[in-house]
């Protein structure tokens, strides 16, 4: 069997758990920081989703440009912008000069994980590509759980100028670490157009967009809905974080295993099942009881889609075929947190959560209806020319 755990992959890997963990940190954060600021519930939502939109804009530029001239460049130019808007929130004053910070902000994310996740998929070897992207993903979803609750334990504790050197910091071991990686990349050879967007990825990352719709939501409003109910928000994103730690390698082996069709609509359900237990929530335990389902289904079905998503692309289309994963869930985010912050203010929160419960829902009839007879297809396809 191929080798997985190359000194490059690892260091791919850790270093995107402290990139992650940076931005994750500050996507809980944000919200209570912009209401400190004078900023109401809608600006909240405006300012999440800048951030996002603005990456959607730019990734399948970069998506295009890294299969003409490779990853390392962009790796380190969308790092280096990164650490820059990090230091400049220390010196944010208002929510028009925040705006501005998140746009540009959200062009060094575009940039780096695009970069960085197209790097990390040429190192994976494809009879353990499965199990590879769930090692990996675990990385970005561990920080997604983990990074909210240091966060919000540093702005309790200490303050949110300490928050935001901390995620300084993080960013700059992210980059020192990739400088030890060896990336291999083939550079392609005809000089036809750069190409922006894969087609026969659209269903996919339709069902991938309507997703996060919901994670936006988790994300935005879980802090501002357990304040609201008396419980610490903390807890919900630790208990989220040790259900992924378990359930995300699992999963990656399952999906090599049996494949990710099998995989993807049960871990759906389970994320279903967990939005509406939030909805009903009013207490501790239901917080709890959510934030493990939560883990278990979301956990499971993000590494199984950017698996089937490398799988229907061609191999020369690899950084087109993760920005377009990673543009469906900029988007969604983006559009979850501006959407849902309206929701939230003109109705209630466990309205909100089970809005967002009806999004996973599309998702998944997507995903079955469309999405599991392109994968049929190509699995066909690809055994008529073995």
């Known amino acids: 069997m191929e080798r997985l755990w190359t000194k490059s992959f690892i260091l791919m890997t850790v270093g995107t758990l402290f990139l992650f963990n940076a931005f994750y940190m500050l996507y809980p954060t944000l919200p209570l920081f912009i209401k400190q600021i004078g900023g109401n519930e ?16 730019v990734r399948p530029i970069v998506g295009g440009l890294l299969d003409r001239y490779g990853r390392r460049s962009f790796i380190v130019c969308g790092l280096l912008l990164f650490i820059l808007a990090m230091y400049l929130y220390n010196w944010i004053g208002g929510i028009t000069v925040l705006m501005g910070l998140r746009i540009l902000h959200g062009i060094s994310w575009a940039v780096s994980t695009t970069a960085i996740s197209t790097a990390v998929t040429d190192m994976i070897p494809s009879a353990r590509r499965g199990e590879g992207m769930g090692w990996f993903s675990t990385s970005m979803t561990l920080a997604m ?9 540093v702005i309790q504790g200490l303050s949110y100028q300490t928050l935001f050197l901390f995620a300084l910091v993080l960013s700059v071991v992210a980059l020192l670490l990739t400088f030890g990686a060896k990336m291999p990349f083939r ?34 409003f879980v802090p501002l809905f357990t304040e609201s109910i008396h419980v610490n928000s903390g807890v919900f994103f630790l208990a989220f974080a040790a259900t992924l730690a378990l359930s995300r390698p699992l999963s990656g082996k399952l999906s090599d295993r049996y494949g990710e069709m099998l995989v993807i609509v049960p871990a759906l359900v ?10 009903l929530s009013t207490g501790l335990f239901g917080v709890l009881t959510s934030a493990v389902l939560y883990g278990i289904g979301f956990g499971s079905a993000h590494p199984a889609f950017q698996s089937a998503t490398i799988r229907l692309a061609r191999p020369d289309r690899k950084g087109v075929a993760n920005a377009s994963l990673a543009t469906a869930t900029d988007l969604g985010i983006g559009l979850g947190a501006i959407l849902l912050g309206w929701v939230s203010q003109y109705t ?15 998702s998944m009839l997507v995903f079955i209806f469309i999405v599991k007879r392109s994968m049929k297809t190509k699995l066909r396809f690809t055994s008529i020319d073995g």
């Not at 050879?189 to 997703?211: N, Q, W």
């Open 187 to 220: 550079p392609q050879t005809s000089a036809r157009r750069i190409e922006l967007f894969e087609k026969s990825l659209l269903p996919i990352s339709a069902s991938v967009f309507f997703m996060f719709i919901a994670y936006g939501g988790i994300t935005t």
């Open 145 to 153: 759980a983990f990074g909210p609750m240091v966060g919000i334990w």
């Open 270 to 279: 389970i994320t279903i099942l967990a939005l509406v237990c939030l909805s």
């Open 348 to 362: 209630s929160y466990s309205f909100l959560f089970a809005v967002s419960a009806v999004t996973v829902v599309i």
């Open 42 to 57: 809608a600006q909240v939502g405006m300012s999440m989703g800048a951030f996002m939109l603005t990456s959607v804009m």
